[in-house]
């Protein structure tokens, strides 16, 4: 059974980091896309970045320089670095496995993890 299960979130004063970290078990790591998003309030999920199973990324320009996205395959881990972090930043951060099996196209989910910068 494939679950991705976030952590790293927090509370954070303005200016500061957090590393995001998203664990994925079911032995899809490997092949999958990654890809983190964010909710913030007031608005709906958008994309953040992607890392895809060859390691090449790509972020939303506004935050390019600021957060940066890695894995690690040997831990089926998938990271979000987030520096100079700002009130706007705060919300809710999932990530995101897609790829194929075969023919099959398949996209999961994580629970997501609160981050909260205060000003």
């Known amino acids: 059974q494939v679950q991705l299960v976030e952590s790293g979130g927090g509370l954070v004063q303005a200016g500061g980091s957090l590393r995001l970290s998203c664990v994925v078990s079911?032995?899809?790591?490997?092949?999958?896309?990654m890809n983190w998003y964010r909710q913030t309030p007031g608005k709906q999920r958008e994309f953040v970045a992607v890392?895809?199973?060859?390691?090449?990324?790509n972020y939303v320009d506004s935050l390019k320089g600021r957060f940066t996205i890695s894995r690690d395959n040997a831990k089926n881990t998938v990271y979000l670095q987030m520096n100079s972090l700002k009130p706007e930043d705060t919300g809710l951060y999932y990530c995101?496995?897609?790829?194929?099996?075969?023919?099959?196209?398949?996209?999961?989910w994580g629970q997501g993890t609160q981050v909260t910068v205060s000003s």
């Open positions: 890392i895809t199973s060859g390691g090449s990324t």
């Open positions: 995101k496995a897609v790829g194929n099996q075969g023919f099959q196209r398949y996209e999961y």
């Open positions: 079911g032995g899809i790591f490997s092949i999958s896309n």
